[in-house]
C-alpha cells in the first residue's frame, strides 16, 4: 500500500518494527527481508522484546489452548500485561 506522501506503508510498518515480513504473503521480496533484519539488529518495535511471538504462532498457540488461560504461566499463548488478572486461587481460568 502506497501512502498519498508516496511512502510504502508496508516498508515502513516492518523498517519501524511494527510487523513481521510475512513470507507466506510476500516471500522473496528482498527489501522486507532486508528492512526486517536491520529492525531485528536495532531492537526496534516488536524486536525490543527478547521472545516475540509471531502472529501466526500466537493464534496456533490460542487454538491449542482452547479457552484455557493462566496468567502466571508465559508459555500461555495470551499472556500479555492487558491481559493479566489475579487469579483467587491460582488455578486456571475459562474464559467464555
Known amino acids: ?41 536495532e531492537r526496534k518495535g516488536l524486536w525490543a522484546d527478547p521472545q516475540p511471538v509471531p502472529p501466526w504462532e500466537w493464534r ?10 493462566h496468567p502466571h504461566n508465559p508459555a500461555s499463548p495470551m499472556n500479555r500485561s492487558a491481559f493479566d488478572v489475579p487469579c483467587q486461587p491460582c488455578n486456571v481460568i475459562e474464559l467464555p
Open 1 to 41: 500500500m502506497i501512502l498519498p506522501e508516496g511512502i510504502n506503508l508496508n516498508q515502513e510498518l516492518v523498517k519501524q518494527g511494527w510487523c513481521w515480513w510475512y513470507r507466506k504473503h510476500a516471500s522473496g521480496d528482498a527489501v522486507l527481508e532486508e528492512l526486517e533484519k536491520a529492525a531485528q539488529k
Open 60 to 69: 496456533k498457540l490460542k487454538k491449542l489452548s482452547a479457552n484455557q488461560y
